[in-house]
């Protein structure tokens, strides 16, 4: 007798992986080495192809750099975002370089500490493989903060950028709903000026905006 994951329908090997999860899910059946490898390999796929589903706040973190444009005086300015694909809570800095150092900092600066005082961590990160994320483990600032702060990380699949979804969801809000008002409406001549309204403004999107933040109970 075939098992309910063999089904004709399910044409597919991943389709069939995806039967198995929810089959064992169902039943409890212990499954063999072969398929907790395949399993497993699935899971890391879906990940780096944006196909999420996470359980809880800090399992895992999306990570992206988006160029906000030049003020003059001031130069090019970068802003690193962080968004949690469970709860949707979204941390976001302003820099003038998109470096490694940067890319480390949004994390020290703003997105660790606001998870420690929600007595919770950060498991993983997702990122693409922009230089400012990837590069010798042993020498590049971003991977030597996650290995420090015993943090994965998941890159996106090569010519995929689309698949870090959940923060481009959220820099098409942030440039439509922030920026292109802001800069209609006053000159910034210096990036911690333009810093406070962001950070302003991500408290209305937080606590009032699309996705209301519950992180604990």
């Known amino acids: 007798m075939r098992s309910v ?4 329908d399910l044409e597919s090997f991943k ?9 064992v899910a169902h039943t409890g059946e212990v499954l063999t080495e072969a398929q907790v490898v395949a399993l497993e390999k699935k899971q890391e796929d879906d990940v780096a192809h944006g196909e999420i589903e996470t359980a809880y706040p800090g399992y895992l973190g999306s990570q992206d750099t988006f160029y906000v444009g030049t003020i003059k005086g001031v130069g090019r300015i970068y802003q690193q975002t962080f968004v949690d694909t469970y709860s949707k809570w979204a941390a976001a800095k302003l820099y003038n370089t998109k470096t490694p150092i940067t890319a480390a900092d949004l994390l020290n600066d703003r997105v660790l500490p606001f998870f420690a005082e929600q007595r919770m961590g950060v498991i993983r ?9 990837c590069g010798r483990p042993e ?49 910034y001549r210096t990036i911690e000026e333009l810093q406070s309204d962001l950070d302003e403004w991500l408290n209305y999107y937080k606590y009032v905006s699309y996705y209301p933040i519950k992180l604990c109970g």
């Open 15 to 23: 389709k069939r992986l995806s039967a198995l999860e929810r089959h």
């Open 5 to 8: 994951w063999l089904r004709r």
């Open 139 to 187: 020498s590049h600032d971003y991977q030597l903060y996650l290995a420090l702060n015993d943090i994965e990380h998941t890159k996106t699949k090569v010519r995929h950028p689309q698949t870090n979804g959940i923060c481009e969801r959220f820099h098409k809000t942030v440039l439509q709903e922030f920026y292109q008002v802001a800069f209609r409406r006053k000159i």
């Open 125 to 133: 990160m997702l990122t693409d493989r922009g230089t400012e994320y």
